[in-house]
């Protein structure tokens, strides 16, 4: 009964409602706190290596193959894991500022970016599909808009406390 009543009370506010419910009905009442860990580790060990299997298969099939056109395959993969250690360092460096954007706010700091990332890919696909003369270089300069977009966002900090940008 106590248990529902803090469901309740959390209720309203949608902060702590996932984490209300399942620390008191599923841990508490059902024993399984050890699963609902194991559970989340492996959500989110499963999304960091998709990601950078494709970040990485990306790189090495795109780009380093452009550089070295006639590497073996044994340089490709060595080449895809470097990358992908880069690609890690990057993101641990870039904790810190998801932690000082939207006062650690990470749901609505990933938001925000979206909103910066959304509009040119979504340009690119619609003018791609309903005007016949746009070619490869309309889409670079509508992709490149939106690397400037992330470039004002990172260089002046427009992220504010209030969510908006």
Do not use: H
């Not at 700091?109 to 040119?120: E, F, K, N, R, W």
């Not at 979504?122 to 400037?148: P, T, W």
């Amino acid at each position: 009964m106590v248990g529902g009543l803090r469901i309740l009370s959390y209720s309203l506010n949608t902060k702590f409602s996932f984490f209300s419910f399942s620390s008191t009905f599923i841990c508490v009442f059902l024993g399984l706190r050890g699963l609902m860990l194991s559970v989340m580790m492996a959500s989110l060990m499963s999304s960091l290596t998709s990601v950078f299997n494709s970040a990485s298969t990306l790189f090495t099939m795109d780009i380093y193959t452009k550089i070295r056109p006639y590497s073996k395959e044994r340089e490709l993969m060595i080449a895809g894991r470097v990358f992908i250690l880069v690609l890690i360092g990057i993101s641990i460096a870039w904790i810190p500022v998801v932690q000082s954007a939207q006062s650690g706010q990470l749901y609505d700091y990933i938001q925000s970016i979206t909103s910066y990332l959304t509009p040119p890919v979504a340009a690119v696909f619609m003018l791609a599909i309903f005007c016949k003369r746009v070619n490869e270089s309309v889409s670079f300069l509508l992709v490149q808009s939106c690397c400037c977009c992330l470039n004002r966002n990172i260089a002046f900090g427009s992220i504010g406390e209030t969510g908006t940008i």
